[in-house]
């Protein structure tokens, strides 16, 4: 499995691990694309395992491009036919040294990252055992269901 920065050539292929990831969600190659143009705010990095994407990450910068970045996790995603594989584990591990390095072209930091998700997915302890996320508030009826607002603290330590 390699994890690297997403291409544009690779969009057709990120738009369908989207589509087959949120059911709920409308227009993936509009949503990828746009927010992929959205470089370096916004970043993608993709799993290839044997030449093919099964999956993504997007990582957003917060509020303007400070030195100390707050980071959030806005979405990951592994085609549900390679789900329980590693490969959620190893995008989350492996694309947040890149995006430090990206931020340490402009001497940036990371200082935390945010990640939600549904109080009902299972993709909390993830971000739990990756980052050490932790919930600190829980949103009630955001967009399908109550939302859980997770914060992993005082990230620059990790990877390092
Ligand atoms: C969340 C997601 C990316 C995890 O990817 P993955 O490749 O299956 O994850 P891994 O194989 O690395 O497993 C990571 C850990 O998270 C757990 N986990 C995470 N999400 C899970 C899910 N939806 N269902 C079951 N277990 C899940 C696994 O049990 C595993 O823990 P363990 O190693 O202690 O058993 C994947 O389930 C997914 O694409 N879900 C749909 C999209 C989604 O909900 N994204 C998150 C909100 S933006």
Do not use: C
């Amino acid at each position: 499995m390699n994890i690297r920065a997403m291409l544009s050539t690779d969009l057709d292929a990120v738009a369908a691990v989207h589509k087959a990831a949120f059911a709920r969600q409308q227009y993936s190659k509009e949503w990828i694309s746009a927010n992929f143009a959205a470089y370096p705010r916004m970043q993608f990095y993709v799993a290839e395992v044997d030449g093919e994407i099964r999956g993504f990450i997007h990582w957003t910068q917060k509020s303007g491009f400070r030195p100390e970045v707050i980071l959030e996790l806005e979405q990951i995603a592994v085609h549900p036919d390679a789900h329980g594989k590693g490969i959620g584990t190893a995008l989350i591990r492996d694309s947040l040294p890149l995006v430090k390095a990206q931020l340490a072209t402009r001497e940036a930091v990371l200082k935390h990252i945010i990640v939600t998700t549904r109080a009902d997915n299972a993709a909390q302890r993830i971000y739990q055992k990756e980052l050490g996320a932790e919930i600190e508030a829980v949103i009630t009826n955001l967009y399908s269901a109550d939302e859980v607002f997770m914060i992993a603290r005082n990230v620059e330590r990790i990877n390092n």
